[in-house]
């Protein structure tokens, strides 16, 4: 028996092979079985993060079924449920010896882009001894280097998460979800009943309504677009700025969970409408920083030492 838990890459490799038969299993089954795969002991097994809130074997083998997912070698067919895809059965038996974060990286762009911190594609060399995260820094960076870098990846997997389950839900809950999202940002003096969604029939294009005084006599008007990945251009544009003459307003809000093309941001450039354009990685962080659809798992207080307290003058 081993008292040291494995680093989450090498759970990448067992992880496929316990679900190679194709089959859906239960995350919670895969924990049990991956610690007896690597014959971990009761204390090992007993390890906990330095939170204290999970089980450190747990979390491993949770950020290795993450990963795998972003490289597309496992999908998620249910809450709490993985299962091998295609190119997970392919890798296993095209690729001998260990599966690590350098290949899932040249294996899949979608993964790279996904790995980098910064978003740009470019992301440091992986760690292979390093606890899990999106992110290894290089061995020289900072422990407070390290730390910023490690917050950024796991904020950029909790808005990857966000999106496709914005995507995979209706478009009555985008459209409430928006409203959710202003409200909490501060428009409608922050309270829930100054927004609105619009009935889906009738509407006039308009998806909801954010009343900024008790009488609506100045409101602002959301356009809400649930794509998958088609870039809204310059004629939704058009049609959004239509149905907002009939109110009399000039200004409103369009959001998508896709992008925008450039035709559609050249158009509102040449217009005397002042319309906010908020594409799907926008909408995500705003969710983020204001508290919408996540919830805060942990906290940490980073101090330094006040030197004032040290070097003041005694009184």
Known sequence: MTDTVPDFQTFFRPLLEAISNGETFHVRDLYESLADHFDLSDAARQEQIPSGKQ???????AWSKTYLKKAGLVEQPARGYVKITKKGKSVLSSVKGRLDVKFLSGYSD?????????????SS????????????????DTPEIRLASAYKS?????ADELLEKIKANTFQFFEQLVVDLLIAMGYGGAKAENGMVTQATGDGGIDGVINQDKLGLDSIYIQAKRYETTAIGRPE???FIGALAPHGVRKGIFITTSTFASTARDYLD???????LIDGNELTQLMIDYNVGVSIRETYHVKRVDTDYFEGDVV
Do not use: M
Request: hydrophobic content about 35%; aromatic content about 12%; overall charge neutral.
């Open 270 to 276: 040449r217009i005397d409408y002042r319309i906010v």
């Open 125 to 140: 060399e992986a760690d292979t001894t390093s606890t899990p995260s999106f992110f290894a820094p290089a061995e020289q």
């Open 110 to 122: 979608e993964f790279k882009a996904f790995h980098s911190v910064d978003g740009n594609g470019e």
């Open 154 to 158: 796991i904020r950029k997997a909790v």
């Open 237 to 239: 544009i058009q049609r």
């Open 55 to 61: 089980l450190t074997y747990h979390n491993r083998i």
